[in-house]
């Protein structure tokens, strides 16, 4: 069963402004960590932010905020005053306790128009 | 601060040859390493983890195979490339097994078999 979800294949957004990426997911494990990777071209996997199921508050780094609604069970990525170098895939993830892998979604492709 | 490097960044092999990616990890001890694949287009798949020297678990039969002689080395093999091996590899390692352990991803390599 698909245990990450990220619906939006394809976005775009404007340099400056902010775009909200989307991800749902599926766990009966409590205790559970949501992570969101940027791909650029190059092909690295560049870890952006982290967010774990106790946490009580949205996490945040720079630009990156997660925006963790438990009982949606929803983990959406918004990036704020967005950058040409922005536009790259992003993908949402999810870790559950004691497990070796992290399950990762399909991606979303963001293009940040200038 | 950990680092971790994988090569060559690119492969161009002939169906049948053998394959040999390298990956090490540098600033940590007994990691978690890990294998990933990703096809054009798609997410990524695990493909092998190891928790310790010569600990190998396999998630998806195939031709390939993964060894761990050192703490901090890993490397992906095949004795006889496939077109469908085809992709983008990605090594990886993580701090441990638990929901909050972050999967850091080296540079990856393309391989293409022709």
């Known amino acids: 069963a698909q245990k990450i979800t990220q619906t939006q294949p394809g976005m775009f957004v404007q340099e400056k402004e902010a775009v909200t990426l989307d991800c749902t997911y599926d766990t009966s494990d409590p205790s559970y960590g949501l992570f969101w990777y940027k791909q650029p071209s190059s092909g690295e996997m560049i870890f952006l932010i982290y967010q774990g199921s106790y946490d009580q508050q949205n996490a945040t780094e720079g630009r990156y905020s997660l925006n963790f609604q438990k009982a949606r069970k929803s983990a959406n990525l918004v990036i704020s005053a967005s950058q040409l170098g922005d536009s790259a895939m992003y993908f949402c993830?999810?870790?559950?306790?004691?497990?070796?892998?992290?399950?990762f979604g399909a991606g979303t492709r963001l293009t940040v128009k200038p | 601060s950990q680092t971790i490097h994988q090569w060559p960044a690119t492969l161009v092999q002939p169906v049948g040859s053998p394959l040999s990616l390298e990956c090490t990890v540098e600033?940590?001890?007994?990691?978690?390493l890990y294998w990933y694949r990703q096809a054009a287009g798609r997410g990524l798949q695990l493909l092998f983890y190891s928790v310790g020297i010569g600990q190998i678990s396999s998630e998806v039969p195939q031709n390939l195979s993964a060894s761990r002689p050192q703490d901090r080395q890993f490397i992906l093999s095949s004795k006889k490339l496939l077109l469908s091996d085809s992709g983008f590899y990605l090594c990886?390692?993580?701090?441990?097994?638990?929901?909050?352990?972050?999967?850091?991803f080296g540079e990856g390599s393309w391989l293409t078999v022709v």
């Open positions: 600033g940590t001890s007994n990691p978690n």
């Open positions: 993830a999810m870790r559950e306790g004691g497990d070796n892998d992290m399950r």
């Open positions: 990886a390692w993580s701090a441990g097994s638990t929901a909050g352990n972050t999967i850091y």
